[in-house]
C-alpha cells in the first residue's frame, strides 16, 4: 500500500472492533460479605469501599448506533486483617475476604453527535451476574472455633447505562471516557462447600444468613467511570 492510498481513519465508517476498559466506583458492598457472622452487635475495622472491573468483547458500529458484546470481570477492593470487636471491646476474630465476579453482556450505544474523530454516546445494556466470595477467619478469642474460611455463590441481572465520549488517540485505535451506573444485587447467596463456623456446621448448598437470620446480599449497584481503547480492525 503506498502513502497515498493509507488507511484515513474515520470513526462514523468504522465497523468492527475489539475493546478493552476498566470501571471503578464507591462501593456499597461495605461489610455486607461478613457482618454479623458471629454476633449482630460486632464491629469491625475494615470495609469494602471500591469496585473495580475490566471488561473486554466486541463492537459493530453504525452511524446511529452502535452494539456491543463483551465479558465483565468484577473485583471489589480485598481485605485483609480487619479485626471483628464484640460489645465488651474484646478482639475475637480477623477477617481476610476476597469477592469475585463476571458477568456476560449486551449493550446498544445511541450515537448522540459525531465527527471523523469523536463522537458522543449513550449506552444501556444488560447482562447475567456470578459472584462468589471467600472469608478466611482467623479466631484470636472465640472459644469453641478454630480457624476456618466461608466460600458461597450466587447470581443476579446485571443493568446499567452510561454517557461516553470516544475519541481517535492514533492509527485504528480510539479511546473512551464513561461516566456510568448499574444495577445488580446478588441476593441468592448459598454455601458452596461443607463449613463449622460460629454457627454452627452449614452444607453446600444451604442459603448464606447471618446470626439474625437474615439472607446475606452483595449489592454492586452504583456509579462509576471508564477508562478503555478500542481496536478497529
Request: avoid cysteine; glycine fraction near 10%.
Amino acid at each position: 500500500m503506498t502513502r497515498a492510498e493509507a488507511r484515513v481513519f474515520n470513526i462514523t465508517s468504522e465497523k468492527f472492533a475489539s475493546y478493552f476498559l476498566v470501571t471503578g466506583g464507591p462501593s456499597t458492598i461495605k461489610k455486607n460479605a461478613f457482618a454479623g457472622e458471629a454476633a449482630m452487635t460486632d464491629t469491625y475495622d475494615g470495609s469494602v469501599t471500591y469496585n473495580y472491573t475490566g471488561e473486554f468483547g466486541f463492537l459493530y458500529s453504525t452511524p446511529a448506533v452502535s452494539f456491543r458484546f463483551g465479558f465483565e470481570v468484577f473485583k471489589p477492593s480485598l481485605l485483609s486483617n480487619v479485626t471483628a470487636t464484640n460489645a465488651g471491646a474484646t478482639d475475637m476474630y480477623s477477617i481476610k475476604s476476597n469477592i469475585t465476579g463476571y458477568a456476560p453482556k449486551i449493550g446498544l450505544e445511541l450515537n448522540l453527535q459525531s465527527s471523523p474523530t469523536y463522537r458522543a454516546f449513550l449506552s444501556a445494556y444488560a447482562g447475567s451476574g456470578n459472584v462468589s466470595y471467600k472469608n478466611d477467619y482467623t479466631i484470636l478469642n472465640y472459644p469453641g472455633v478454630s480457624d476456618h474460611s466461608v466460600e458461597a455463590k450466587g447470581s443476579g441481572m446485571l443493568y446499567g447505562g452510561s454517557l461516553g465520549v470516544e475519541s481517535h488517540m492514533t492509527d485504528t485505535t480510539t479511546y473512551i471516557f464513561e461516566f456510568g451506573y448499574r444495577q445488580m444485587k446478588i441476593d441468592n447467596l448459598k454455601y458452596s462447600k461443607d463449613v463449622s463456623t460460629f454457627s454452627g456446621a452449614k452444607t453446600a448448598g444451604d442459603p448464606v444468613v447471618d446470626a439474625n437470620g437474615d439472607k446475606r446480599i452483595l449489592d454492586f449497584t452504583g456509579g462509576y467511570v471508564t477508562i478503555g481503547f478500542r481496536f478497529y480492525m
